[in-house]
């Protein structure tokens, strides 16, 4: 009777687990986006249109919007067709194997932004390392002019973006069956056929929740564009960064961002008409997307496995190594395919590190001489100094509100049978899939009323919001490989929920939330959109700092920046994908 009179109602749990999140993402998600959104159609007390007329009534702004779409195809198709290989190698490898290979996508995709395309100005300037290799064998008689244009762009972009198209796939791929193909084989379908009809499928929703995901980062990016564009490559983003910072135009900007969340809504209608947002979570198509549009794919398929088959008759001895290959994917044509694309990924931002120590050379290539002076020059530079610590701060913090928040929002997500589960990852999933610059302005407005506008505090918060999804997706992994028999033998010996808890849970778990930590304080920690707006004119953090001395004034210094930059996340990495491999043992 006891037991009866404290048990607890069935809503609580849920409740407690995931409120904390839910509080979180309603006051500085959904009230501030939204706020924004209101701008647009309600100025001073009442209704308006206006800042969708000024929007329409020229055709500078849907020039704007039609080069961010070209761009963010364009870069969401390459980073997909470059990606496919490189996750598909990566998949088929053993697991002590995949953690070397794997760490490079990693570095790649956790090293700054700013990093990446600082290092894109060095290879691709009048100096750099394209046009010094260029020159010396004969193909050109004087530097061209590689910078500031399409092609440009497009390089740094799917450089920036290859990662996150490879991890995504990734996790789809380490979940398919190899012996299906192999199958296939056995039973007399060609290397090709097999390929496409058998094991493309499986892995298609990898590839479209990859490309999903380049292209609504994409759509949002600013950094790469502001950086190594022209004006012909100008992005929407950009136009509403001029709004807030230059005219604070607020309703205006709200209604750019609405033009652009409406874009990306778009997208993901005809992702689910096509495919089915199921799809995203690793389940197969829905059947009632559309039979005719299934007996298409299946035709393109069969036609490009012949015509892979075609291809590969043309070298019999690669045919046959194919055909007889336990792994697949570790065939030399792959290998060199996939060494060469994590050469692209990792050579830019490793490039630094000579130029961080050369002598006077500057930026040019080769770097020429031993000096330590840009190191002396950032130790002795106050706003350096100051603004890394405050990076330090506010990851710090931000990390430990994000691991506080996310880790039982995760455990509700990886051990409950609650109904509407999928809406609430949906939920969880927001500040990855809403444009990064609506969530900054969004929270910028709400911070300026509030008066946390170049606080730390507000930094952490904003900084929560983008972290927490980082450590719900990395506990919910690490979740679905407990055995919760060791809390029930725990409880049977007469343990109570907090002992157990205590005792058996986190110290099993510790390396996991160590690893969620880690990933959190990386994210904070090279977070620019928020930082942009929210730190204030004289409380910048480092890669405001960083992106103020490149647009203003291009220095040495920041070859040495970049390559503390580059290290530290080495060393993250390598922490957290330890504890991780702890965990799961």
Known sequence: MRRTALRRPPWLRPLLLGGPLALLFLLLLVYPVGQLLLLSVYSDGAFTLAPYRQLFASSVYVNVMLITLKISVCTTVLSVIAGYPVAYLIASLSR??????????????????????????????????????????????????????????LVSMVHALMPLAVLTMLSVMENIDRNLPRAALTLGARPGTAFWRVYFPLSMPGVAAGAIMVFVTAIGFFIVPALLGGRKETMITQLIIEQVQQTMNWGFAGAISVLMLIVVLAVFAVYDKLLGLSTMAGTSPEHGSSATLHRQAQALLAALGSASDRLLALFPRAGRNIGRNTEPGRSLPMCAFVVLALLFLSVPAL???????????????????????????????????????????????????????GTPAALLLARSNMRGKSLLLAFVLSPIIVPRMIIAVGLFYFFAKVGLVGSSFGLMLGHTVIAVPYVVLTMMAVLRNYDMRLDLAAQSLGARPWQTLRHVTFPILAAGLMSSFLFAFATSFDELTISLFASGGMSATLPKQFWDQVTLQISPVIAAVSTCLLAFIAVLLRVADRLRRRSLQ
């Open 96 to 153: 002590q194997h995949k953690s070397a290979w794997l760490f490079w996508v990693l570095l790649s995709f956790w090293t700054s932004f700013l990093v990446r395309a600082f290092a894109w100005i060095v290879v691709l300037g009048r100096n750099g390392v394209i046009n010094q290799l260029l020159t010396a064998t004969g193909l050109q008689d004087a530097p061209a002019n590689l910078l500031y244009s399409l092609g440009a762009v």
């Open 351 to 405: 490039l630094m590190i000579p130029l961080s120590v050369a002598g006077r050379s500057g930026l040019n290539w080769p770097p020429s001489g031993f000096s330590l002076q840009y190191y002396q020059e950032l130790l002795a530079a106050p706003l350096w100094l100051q603004a890394g610590l405050r990076s330090l701060i506010v990851g710090l913090g931000a990390s430990a509100l994000a691991l506080l928040i």
